[in-house]
DNA sequence: ACCTGAACACCGTTCAAGT
DNA sequence: ACCTGAACACCGTTCAAGT
């Protein structure tokens, strides 16, 4: 009943992929339960994406902006080459919901054709993160804050590593798990792990 | 046509799951595609095991034997605590397949009644394994190779999400990533952050 | 005791028809 | 231009019937 413009359809399908992905898992994620959510019909939503796969995509360029975003806005602006990563570590909390989809959706990937468009997407995602991360630590490297030998790219994958796991554990525990307190343990051990 | 017995039949429902969900994923993993593995129709699986989720759940326990294995085969025998570890790290290669399944699982799981059976199953091997890894850590914190302050738990953790972030790079790259190398540079990332 | 085949509810997708 | 409703192939599961 609603008729939305596909312009405004496509960007709340995107944002309620986003959510039923992170809350309920990709397994949960049915066309019913996306256009209930809508107030539409199933069928309605392949008059704004062709396909599933589609849809996911779109959740996945919003993500991207989202976390994009808040590298951005904490742009590193001290001489300290470590902050913007531990601020990055500390808003993790705010949009952890988001996080959660990321490790969802990359581990659901199978060595198939069929998801290889999503696959390649996810990369675009990991490497625009990555080298975000990368670049940071590199700045450290170069003005001495950080060992000279440092693999900035093996560390930037093992600091979203630490999102990962402790994704991981919170899952596993059903949410019965100190996210907080095991992120400043990890944190403290990357720090060791990276500096001079 | 073959008629099996079900103990035999079950086991080799175990081993397809994890095979299919390894290689394919858990979206791929259908009655239908499991049945014709094993040249049965696809209710007859259920002669064996009551639901889909139950045949995941043996999947889950013959992974879990298989990776305590490793474990027990090349327990601690020299005074250096890290030895262990880094003999698990280096075999992971043998079992790398048979590790994509557990984060596969992990991330799949949704805040739902549906999945807490899965969910309590993930959490006891996940516990089982940690809780080896931080017997092993903590034996060396005692001895004084390790820091004083380490918190063995979080080590634990972080030590088996090197093992998940090279398996979800491996999988977002779609196999052209350098986990070997990547894990070596991992782990001398973590010897740096947990000795003394 | 194990397996097959028909049946049912559900999901992704298409297409013709409504406003 | 956007949405609905019927239709189809596919999946998880049940159940009666086969050997």
């Known amino acids: ?7 405004k359809r496509k960007e709340q399908i995107a944002i309620a992929i986003l959510e039923i992905i992170g809350n309920e898992g990709l397994e949960n994620l049915s066309m019913p339960a996306l256009a209930k959510r809508l107030d539409i019909v199933p069928s309605a ?23 994009m975003d808040v590298f951005d ?16 570590l500390d808003l993790h909390r705010q949009f952890f919901h988001i996080t ?3 490790p969802r959706i990359a581990f659901s990937l199978a060595d198939n054709e069929t998801f290889d468009l999503r696959r390649q997407r996810m990369q675009k995602f990991h490497d625009s993160v990555l080298g975000r991360i990368s670049a940071t630590l590199e700045k450290g ?30 899952f596993i525990t059903g949410g019965d798990f100190d996210v907080e307190a095991y992120k400043k ?3 403290d051990m990357f720090v060791r792990a990276v500096s001079k």
Do not use: C
């Open 1 to 7: 009943m609603p008729r939305l413009s596909t312009e």
């Open 45 to 67: 939503l392949y008059r704004h994406f062709s396909s599933k796969e589609e849809m996911i995509s779109a959740g996945l360029d919003l993500l991207k902006l989202k976390i």
């Open 73 to 88: 806005r904490h742009e590193a602006d001290s001489d300290d080459a470590l902050e913007p990563l531990k601020r990055f």
């Open 100 to 102: 959660t989809v990321f």
């Open 141 to 170: 490297r170069r003005n001495g804050q950080l060992r000279k030998n440092l693999d900035t790219s093996a560390a930037a994958l093992s600091f979203w590593g630490i999102l990962v796991s402790s994704t991981l554990r919170w």
């Open 185 to 187: 343990e990890a944190w």
